[in-house]
């Protein structure tokens, strides 16, 4: 077994490298330029909805008061009706991305860890490069991309859209693994 604390170099360096990745792949590739599309008549559409002042979360409309609900005629007509949406409210400010890029390094750490330790608890000093690789890579695999699945499963997320984002997984999952397998003890 390798001590978890003995791997706060690889932990560290993935983070910054996934990082690194997913600021190229946001900033200078296009291809999820097609993960949103134009909402029709924009402007008329913020028009009706500011009065209401919607403060921030998340939200779906219709909503049911209960399970029971969903099967009630008057909510199957609100269904039928439409429009049938879910949501997320942001505040009414312009964005700011320093929050979000620091917990997406945080959380890039937190994957790193979640690694670091299946791998520190399955490997020993000494692996082989491709062992260490392969166990890292798959953690961080889950980590970075099965998860997002559960957008076009439960919310309706474009399957392009949620699957160009696995494949972004994908890369950083092999940038850690790389990380891992480079710098194992």
């Keep these: 077994m390798v ?4 791997l706060w170099l690889p932990i560290l360096l993935s983070a910054v490298a996934v990082f690194a990745v997913s600021s190229i792949i ?9 993960d949103y599309t134009d909402l029709p008549n924009e402007a ?5 909805l ?13 909503k049911p008061a209960s399970t029971k609900d969903m099967g009630t005629p008057e909510f199957i007509a609100k269904i039928k009706q439409g429009p049938v949406a879910f949501m997320t409210v942001f ?6 991305m320093g929050k979000q890029l620091t917990l997406w390094f945080l959380y890039s750490v937190l994957v790193g860890v ?15 490069y491709l062992t260490v690789f392969r166990i890292t890579g798959t953690v ?22 949620t699957l160009r984002s696995v494949f972004d997984g994908l890369m950083y999952a092999l940038f850690t693994a790389g990380m891992f397998g480079w710098l194992w003890p």
Excluded at 26 to 34: E, Q, S, V
Excluded at 91 to 96: G, L, R, T, V
Aim: no cysteine.
């Design 26 to 34: 946001h900033m200078f590739l296009t291809y999820h330029k097609a």
């Design 50 to 62: 500011r009065p209401f002042n919607i403060p921030p979360g998340d939200y779906v409309m219709p």
């Design 114 to 128: 979640f690694a670091a330790y299946l791998a520190s608890r399955t490997l020993d000093a000494g692996a082989e």
């Design 91 to 96: 505040p009414n400010e312009p964005f700011n």
């Design 44 to 48: 008329e559409v913020m028009n009706a």
């Design 140 to 161: 961080a695999f889950a980590g970075y991309g099965l998860a997002l699945l559960q957008g076009s499963i439960w919310y309706g997320r474009k399957w392009g859209a």
């Design 3 to 6: 001590s978890l604390v003995s």
